[in-house]
């Protein structure tokens, strides 16, 4: 098989050399290549399975396990052996495919209406912009909703985390990696990052020198660990690409500080609290009601100001430390 697919075969080549290998024996086959319907997305990568011509008619086949079924919810976008898109006298052609929800036809619908009564607010709605820029308009007005639930977290709960805003972009991160690799992940990362940090700390460096070499170590590590991943056929492990470099440079900076500073249960303390609310924060974001309702009604963010700024205002314990000063409301 390496002779006919390579040392790296993808798995667009698996199926078409599948296909050919059945023609040589005569049986009807071809490839199929499909677009998974995701929602909201960008630069979605296709889908490939096996159709085989039996008893009048024709059957998918998975080429990696043989069932008998094609990957759910994949439409199929082409047959064949061809390229996606043809091009005559041009080079280093680059395709890009986004998908959109079936409520959008009805949005799209409503605006169209709206222009036929001349509605000027129709026109500057988030909904006539292209679909690349939805998917990138979906996941910012997702990140309002993470930062409330962080401010809820730590002013009224009292939980401890490193950086202010950091959870909320590691539970964005989290969305393209998938929670168990994204924690994964960030911590193989941040652990070989502190080792470099400590080892750092002997060469008594300035303060921007120092952070500029753990943003090196960090971007080095992280290119590593794709690489080895790689090789070892897990592509999840590509997406740590994804992960926020400053702010993984800062984090281990500051595990590094809390650590010299207050010992190493305070740190690690901040850290389980700051994964701890990047999972909260995660799950908030990636509910589909939510990302609904903000995406359609932008103004709800408003009703998300005017609470952060309640919020601001408050003095109060927080949940953590009522046990501490449980005593204090006892009969005396």
């Given at each position: 098989?390496?002779?006919?697919?390579?040392?790296?075969?993808?798995?667009?080549?698996?199926?078409?050399?599948?296909?050919?290998?059945?023609?040589?024996?005569?049986?009807?086959?071809?490839?199929?290549?499909?677009?998974?319907?995701?929602?909201?997305?960008?630069?979605?990568?296709?889908?490939?399975?096996?159709?085989?011509?039996?008893?009048?008619?024709?059957?998918?086949?998975?080429?990696?396990?043989?069932?008998?079924q094609a990957p759910a919810d994949t439409v199929p976008w082409w047959r064949g052996s061809g390229q996606l898109v043809k091009v005559?006298?041009?080079?280093?052609?680059?395709?890009?495919?986004?998908?959109?929800?079936?409520?959008?036809?009805?949005?799209?619908?409503?605006?169209?209406?709206?222009?036929?009564?001349?509605?000027?607010?129709?026109?500057?709605?988030?909904?006539?912009?292209?679909?690349?820029?939805?998917?990138?308009?979906?996941?910012?007005?997702?990140?309002?909703?993470?930062?409330?639930?962080?401010?809820?977290?730590?002013?009224?709960?009292?939980?401890?985390?490193?950086?202010?805003?950091?959870?909320?972009?590691?539970?964005?991160?989290?969305?393209?990696?998938?929670?168990?690799?994204?924690?994964?992940?960030?911590?193989?990362?941040?652990?070989?990052?502190?080792?470099?940090?400590?080892?750092?700390?002997?060469?008594?460096?300035?303060?921007?020198?120092?952070?500029?070499?753990?943003v090196i170590v960090v971007i080095i590590i992280m290119a590593v660990m794709s690489v080895i991943s790689h090789k070892l056929g897990?592509?999840?492990?590509?997406?740590?690409?994804?992960?926020?470099?400053?702010?993984?440079?800062?984090?281990?900076?500051?595990?590094?500080?809390?650590?010299?500073?207050?010992?190493?249960?305070?740190?690690f303390q901040q850290t389980f609290g700051s994964m701890a609310v990047a999972m909260i924060c995660y799950g908030v974001m990636n509910?589909?009601?939510?990302?609904?309702?903000?995406?359609?009604?932008?103004?709800?963010?408003?009703?998300?100001?005017?609470?952060?700024?309640?919020?601001?205002?408050?003095?109060?314990?927080?949940?953590?430390?009522?046990?501490?000063?449980?005593?204090?409301?006892?009969?005396?």
């Open positions: 098989m390496r002779l006919l697919l390579g040392d790296q075969p993808t798995e667009r080549q698996r199926v078409q050399v599948v296909a050919e290998l059945l023609r040589v024996q005569r049986i009807p086959a071809r490839a199929v290549h499909g677009l998974p319907l995701e929602g909201l997305r960008r630069n979605i990568g296709f889908k490939h399975w096996l159709e085989v011509y039996v008893d009048g008619d024709w059957m998918p086949f998975n080429p990696k396990d043989g069932h008998a005559e006298g041009a080079n280093g052609l680059q395709t890009e495919i986004a998908t959109s929800r079936a409520y959008e036809v009805a949005l799209n619908s409503a605006m169209v209406r709206g222009r036929e009564l001349r509605s000027g607010l129709v026109e500057f709605s988030i909904m006539g912009l292209p679909i690349q820029m939805r998917a990138v308009y979906q996941i910012l007005l997702a990140i309002p909703i993470g930062i409330m639930v962080l401010v809820i977290l730590r002013n009224v709960v009292g939980m401890k985390t490193f950086c202010t805003f950091m959870p909320v972009l590691m539970a964005m991160a989290f969305r393209e990696t998938d929670l168990v690799w994204g924690i994964a992940l960030f911590s193989v990362v941040c652990g070989f990052g502190l080792m470099v940090r400590f080892y750092l700390e002997r060469l008594k460096l300035l303060l921007v020198p120092r952070l500029a070499a753990v897990f592509d999840r492990g590509l997406s740590v690409a994804l992960f926020p470099i400053v702010i993984l440079a800062m984090t281990i900076e500051r595990m590094s500080i809390v650590w010299e500073e207050r010992g190493a249960k305070e740190a509910l589909d009601i939510v990302q609904h309702l903000f995406f359609v009604f932008p103004e709800l963010l408003l009703v998300i100001l005017a609470a952060t700024l309640l919020l601001g205002r408050y003095t109060g314990y927080r949940l953590v430390e009522l046990p501490r000063f449980k005593v204090l409301a006892g009969d005396k």
